[in-house]
């Protein structure tokens, strides 16, 4: 009973006060109680983050629906890989120079002049902004488009043959919509600042609705027995860049009511501006470092072979899915929130702890289930969502054995995202770059290490060569959570991890990857989405019940939101 009642406290559903035996005992002439308040309404933190969460859940599904569509038309193919190579540099681009970096350097400021109320000159730091931005994707999309040849050369520098040609044109074809999509980052920065959340993380669904669309009219239209998937490849690329015209367009609306003007800006000497430029630099490296593990992954994965690359690319859209629904959108909400906190310095330093103890705690209740997912059932994940057409039950396999090494730094990627939104609050952007540069060195030597002259020594197959890079990943990213976290400590005092949520969560999370492993392995003979059918809802169950067995507190506010939601 105290458990519920304080479940019920912690989430701001408590219910009203009842009147005390006095002032029932009154008489009627006395002066009637004063109304009753109302009861709290949810903080604006978690309300922000489960609209993020919701705009991510749309937008990933929307993006397993585009896979499963490339995978039945491309399959493993040099065509899918030779396309996920030519994506990555738009990608990265965007990433550096929008949402990674954009999110660390330009929602501070912004939120913090909102914060003060003055609008009139966030919405100035806001177009100049805009403004830098555009003409800075735009000579970079110039730039990429005459020197593609070169930048092959940075991207896939192990691909040969009719499979760099076509990785040539589609770079060329993509990096249009780079600008498109930076832009498209920026409104995501004004729109969270204002907490308007959900919008800019479900956009990304007009993006992929264009590239399934395209893959199933092409597909049918282009593939037969002797080929065609080249000429798929290309159709792709053009649906990509209408994509990211579409998912700006749809938020710019918005965008243009909150700001009240969409006019280019060149106020540079704005405090707002100059603080915003001073952080783009240090952040575009500390918040990419992940961009920049891909990119370096990728490069070596180009040795390994196009197929390698392509299956890399579909075990990272699994990998990426509790990374954007856990971790993003609860670090995408507190930013604003820990960028508001002012007073004096342990004033600061208490709202940060605050804020972090609540959010660790759910990113770990949520993401230590979904690493135990990734290694126990792991093959059922996969073959439901894309085994279909050309990708085959081997094509499953090898994406598994890749999703496992990414499972390896999960937990310490989500919680360090977090952590580094904490100095970014604080207006402190050299921590996380040096944290970031740890992280990105470690990567690609261990990764180096593990698919070229090892590999070259030992003889494995090129799939554990891919396993080797997703998995130096992992350990990076532990080494670069531990500095957030040690660097952190020094600023606010305690950083609040969940050490003892941490536990009970892995052991209810390993008894459920038992039970769903064994019921995997009962149901090898059916097909993928039977499979899933039964084991994924089984392996749910199981960490669900142990959850509330172990008296987790967040196993009891799920189940009753659940039943609140069911209720109405």
């Known amino acids: 009973m105290r458990l519920a009642k304080w479940a019920k406290l912690r989430n701001g559903q408590a219910g009203l006060p009842v009147a005390s035996s006095l002032a029932v005992s009154q008489p009627a002439l006395a002066t009637p109680p004063e109304p009753k308040p109302p009861a709290p309404k949810p903080s604006r ?26 995978a039945h038309y491309l399959g493993n193919s040099p065509a899918s890989g030779a396309f996920r190579a030519a994506l990555r540099i738009p990608n990265l681009l965007q990433n550096l120079l929008g949402e990674g970096v954009l999110s660390a350097s330009f929602i501070p400021v912004y939120a913090k002049l909102l914060a003060e109320g003055k609008e009139d000159e966030a919405n100035r730091v806001a177009r100049t902004v805009a403004t830098l931005l555009f003409f800075a994707a735009a000579v970079i999309t110039l730039l990429g488009v005459v020197f593609t040849r070169a930048a092959i050369e940075l991207l896939a520098p192990g691909f040969h043959g009719e499979v ?22 920026w409104c995501l920065g004004v729109l969270n600042s204002h907490r308007k959340f959900f919008l800019s993380y479900v956009s990304p669904v007009v993006w992929n609705g264009a590239l399934i669309a395209v893959a199933i009219v092409g597909g049918r239209r282009l593939l037969t027995p002797a080929g065609g998937q080249f000429e798929l490849a290309v159709w792709l690329a053009w649906g990509a860049v209408a994509g990211s015209g579409l998912q700006l367009l749809v938020q710019v609306p918005t965008v243009f009511a909150l700001t009240r003007s969409l006019l280019p800006s060149l106020r540079v000497k704005s405090e707002g501006v100059q603080a915003t430029l001073r952080a783009f630099g240090p952040v575009l490296v500390g918040r990419g470092s992940v961009q920049l593990s891909s990119y370096l992954d990728q490069l070596l994965a180009s040795y390994l072979g196009p197929a390698m690359v392509s299956a890399m690319a ?20 507190e930013l604003p929130e820990m960028s508001r906190a002012q007073g004096s310095s342990a004033d600061i330093a208490a709202k940060l702890q605050e804020r972090l103890k609540g959010g660790l705690r759910n990113v770990v209740f949520l993401v230590v289930p979904s690493m135990v997912a990734f290694l126990a059932i792991g093959p059922t994940l996969v073959g439901a969502i894309f085994q279909s057409g050309r990708f085959q039950a081997q094509d499953t396999w090898e994406v598994w054995v890749i999703l496992c090494g990414s499972a390896v730094g999960l937990t310490a990627g989500t919680q360090g995202r977090l952590l580094a939104s904490a100095f970014y609050a604080l207006g402190d952007t050299k921590t996380p770059l040096h944290a970031a540069l740890v992280r990105v060195a470690l990567t690609f030597v261990s990764g180096w290490a593990a698919a070229l002259p090892l590999r070259a020594h030992y003889g494995y197959a090129p799939v554990y060569g891919a396993l080797g890079l997703t998995a130096s990943a992992g350990v990076a990213a532990w080494m670069e959570f531990s500095l957030l976290r040690l660097w952190l400590g020094k600023r606010i005092g305690r950083v609040p991890l969940p050490m003892g949520l941490l536990a009970m969560a892995t052991f209810a999370a390993a008894v459920a990857g038992v039970g769903g492993f064994l019921l995997q392995r009962t149901l090898a003979g059916f097909g993928p989405w039977i499979r899933a059918g039964a084991v994924v ?19 009891t506010q799920l189940v009753n939101r659940v039943r609140r939601k069911l209720g109405r």
């Open 164 to 185: 760099r040609e076509l990785t040539i044109h589609l770079v060329q074809i993509l990096f249009p919509g780079t600008a498109l999509l930076v832009l498209s980052a």
């Open 537 to 555: 809802p089984t392996f749910c169950a199981i960490y669900l019940v142990l959850g509330l067995a172990l008296k987790i507190p967040e196993a």
């Open 314 to 333: 579909y075990a990272q859209t699994l990998y990426l899915l509790p990374v954007s629904l856990f971790g993003m959108s609860i670090s995408a909400a």
């Open 45 to 70: 933190s978690r309300g922000g983050a489960i609209a993020v969460a919701a705009g991510i859940l749309l937008s990933r599904l929307a993006g397993f629906v585009r896979e499963r569509a490339l």
